[in-house]
């Protein structure tokens, strides 16, 4: 459906920005346009056709305040023409695998929370939910902002609960995911301690519940 989606739709009112970033942080090894957000999103998305001429101006204001992506957007629709459609769809097309992610990360915390059907269920809601159908065809950083801040809560989690096997590597996964989730966007982890004092507090919470079940285990085997 993603794939059908991000085919037959038109862009969204922002998209001619991220796909004429995407090419520009490619084509000129940096990041000014679209600066509001890290590139991350934008470069996964325009990989496959970063490395076309698309006889886009390199040219605009050095300010801090300037938004050059608009004027490219236009261009690359005004040189482009119809084939402009067959690019968005690629880059589009690239972007699903943010989709999968997320389903996959929602499956395997709430598998380990509830069980497999409650993984299965989470995971089907995710995937045929209206507004993730909307949005994980596009090449906007909103889905991917939703995968990778739920991937690090979840190595989060991880480290959390801690199981003894490897702390140090759960440590590291969490620090990881974090940072590949700060190249997604500012907004949704520019201050992660709101999400992780949630966790925490989840997390201790449930392990105070199973304590009193652990130490009369414990007792019972002396």
Same mark, same amino acid.
């Given at each position: ?5 991000? =085919?037959?739709?038109?862009?969204? %009112?922002? *998209?001619?920005? +991220?796909? !004429? ?6 084509? @000129? ?10 590139? &991350? ?14 006889? @886009?101006?390199?040219? =605009?204001?050095? #300010? ?5 992506? =608009? ?22 097309? $690239? !972007? /699903?695998? %943010?989709? &999968?992610? $997320? ?12 069980? *497999?059907?409650?993984? &299965?269920?989470?995971?089907? @809601? ?19 902002? !939703?995968?990778?801040?739920? $991937? ?15 702390? =140090? ?12 989730? *700060? ?6 982890? +520019? ?11 989840? #997390?201790?919470?449930? /392990?105070?519940?199973?304590?009193? +079940? ?9």
């Amino acid at each position: 459906m993603l794939a059908y989606g991000g =085919w037959v739709h038109g862009p969204g %009112w922002d *998209e001619g920005g +991220h796909l !004429s970033a995407g090419i520009s942080h490619w084509q @000129l090894g940096n990041t000014d346009a679209y600066r509001v957000n890290p590139p &991350l999103v934008r470069m996964v998305a325009t990989a496959p056709i970063a490395w076309q001429d698309f006889g @886009l101006e390199w040219s =605009w204001s050095p #300010s801090t305040m300037s938004r050059p992506e =608009w004027d490219l957007g236009t261009q690359f629709w005004r040189n482009q023409g119809r084939s402009a459609y067959s690019y968005l769809t690629i880059a589009r097309w $690239a !972007s /699903i695998p %943010w989709s &999968l992610l $997320a389903a996959v990360v929602i499956f395997c915390w709430s598998r380990r929370l509830y069980g *497999e059907w409650a993984g &299965l269920f989470s995971a089907t @809601l995710w995937c045929f939910s209206p507004l993730v159908l909307a949005n994980a065809q596009m090449i906007t950083p909103d889905t991917a902002a !939703s995968a990778l801040g739920a $991937a690090a809560c979840l190595t989060f989690w991880n480290w959390l609960r801690g199981d003894g096997s490897r702390p =140090w590597g759960s440590a590291v996964d969490a620090g990881f995911v974090l940072g590949v989730a *700060e190249l997604r966007a500012f907004g949704a982890t +520019h201050n992660p301690l709101p999400q992780f004092t949630l966790v925490a507090r989840l #997390s201790m919470n449930r /392990i105070a519940r199973g304590a009193p +079940h652990a130490t009369q285990a414990s007792l019972r085997s002396r």
